[in-house]
């Protein structure tokens, strides 16, 4: 279940009707809760989209399809 709401004066306001029952407790995230990677992870990332691009221009693919296939016959 999304619920939508926004911040207004400090608050969080839901812009529409729950069926949910009265005092239920719920948890909110923000729709863009941002980046919490730190140096190394970030580092870490770049170094693997590299890799992958590298494969890619490489030909170093493999279809989906089989991925798929060899996952199911295990």
């Known amino acids: 279940?999304?619920?939508?709401?926004r911040v207004h004066a400090g608050?969080?306001?839901?812009?529409?009707?729950t069926s949910l029952p009265e005092g239920t407790e719920v948890e909110l995230l923000?729709?863009?809760?941002?980046?919490?990677?730190?140096a190394s992870d970030r580092a870490a990332?770049?170094?693997?989209?590299a890799q992958s691009q590298a494969d890619v221009?490489?030909?170093r693919l493999i279809d989906a399809a089989d991925v798929l296939k060899r996952l199911r016959a295990r």
Do not use: F, N, S, Y
């Not at 279940?1 to 709401?5: E, H, L």
């Not at 923000?30 to 730190?38: A, C, I, R, S, T």
């Not at 990332?45 to 989209?49: D, P, T």
């Open 1 to 5: 279940m999304t619920i939508k709401g």
């Open 11 to 17: 608050r969080l306001v839901v812009d529409e009707p």
């Open 30 to 38: 923000p729709l863009d809760p941002g980046d919490w990677l730190d």
């Open 45 to 49: 990332l770049h170094a693997a989209l």
């Open 57 to 59: 221009a490489a030909g």
